[in-house]
């Protein structure tokens, strides 16, 4: 459903984005992090062909963004940073306008906008002027103007931003609904908790350039480490450990617990409970130590 290689866009000789390559199937939700200025929002724009890329290819849907724009354009359903809203127009006729600029007979235009105004809890304020809207409410209407024309592909930067942790949990398991529906997303976003409740797959760009991507769990395991186990006690260890296998490697030890890595967690995670049991050491919790896409993103930068 979005296929970028090699993409590239250069204003006046500076270089914005530099051989970004992307490939995404249906149902597949990308999570595109970096620090303001890296990319994310050129990026955006040529894949949705509202720029023209310098060299490289992308393609939305099966459409080409350059040769194609007419057809992407009508495939991709957007939300940018800056929303574009018409503030004296109530929400209600701002979506149909939005409709029939999207060709829709005037049945569906109303199906569609009641549904949308609905689903993101906006149908008491349908016949308000959106100048009146808050921030929240002015990004749920954007959001619905980008759903609107029930597009295949969505590209959404700061999706939640500026919004109460209610309409943001509204707007998440939107996210997660689209998903299911066998939409294609790309997420530009600063909150890392959540692309890494929404994303399927993590690409961090730096500079223009995607500097690590791939699923969360294996840039957790490539950046981090293998997997930290962290088990805790009811009494104290008083620098005495139980022998352990060999497999066993305690990389942190405090007054009533250790953290350590296991070669094989299956094989050695069992015995080592027995082992301390065996003890007389009485065993709390064995888990694996938290590990977020934070720390995967600090790491990803600091390399």
């Known amino acids: 459903m979005i296929e970028a290689e090699a993409l590239c866009k250069q204003f006046d000789g500076f270089t914005a984005v530099d051989e970004v390559s992307l490939n995404l199937e249906k149902g597949e939700v990308l999570a595109l992090l970096g620090p303001n200025g890296a990319g994310k929002t050129t990026t955006v724009r040529m894949l949705s062909s509202v720029l023209r890329p310098t060299r490289g290819t992308a393609k939305i849907a099966g459409y080409d963004v350059v040769h194609q724009a007419r057809e992407v354009r009508a495939a991709v359903g957007v939300l940018t940073e800056n929303h574009g809203l018409y503030n004296r127009m109530p929400a209600d006729d701002y979506l149909d306008f939005f409709g029939q600029i999207y060709h829709l007979n005037r049945l569906d235009r109303q199906a569609r906008t009641?549904?949308?105004?609905?689903?993101?809890?906006?149908?008491?304020?349908?016949?308000?002027?959106?100048?009146?809207?808050?921030?929240?409410?002015?990004?749920?209407?954007?959001?619905?103007?980008a759903l609107l024309h029930n597009p295949p592909v969505l590209l959404l930067d700061e999706p939640t931003s500026a919004m109460d942790p209610e309409s943001a949990r509204l707007v998440r398991n939107s996210i997660l609904d689209l998903r299911s529906a066998e939409r294609t997303i790309i997420i530009c976003t600063h909150n890392l908790a959540e692309a890494d409740e929404l994303a399927d797959l993590i690409a961090i760009i730096r500079h223009g350039r995607i500097i690590a991507q791939g699923k969360s769990d294996d840039l957790k395991d490539r950046l981090l480490g293998p997997t930290v186990y962290e088990l805790r006690l009811a009494n104290h260890l008083n620098g005495a450990l139980p022998p352990l296998p060999d497999g066993v490697a305690i990389i942190a030890q405090g007054e009533n617990w250790i953290r350590f890595h296991s070669q094989n967690p299956h094989q050695y995670n069992p015995f080592i409970l027995q082992c301390f049991l065996h003890s007389g050491l009485q065993v709390v919790s064995l888990q694996e130590a938290p590990r977020n896409l934070e720390q995967v993103y600090l790491q990803a930068i600091k390399e």
Not at 115 to 138: D, N, T, V
């Open 114 to 145: 009641r549904q949308l105004l609905e689903q993101f809890g906006l149908m008491e304020h349908a016949h308000r002027p959106i100048g009146e809207f808050s921030k929240g409410m002015r990004q749920k209407l954007a959001l619905a103007r």
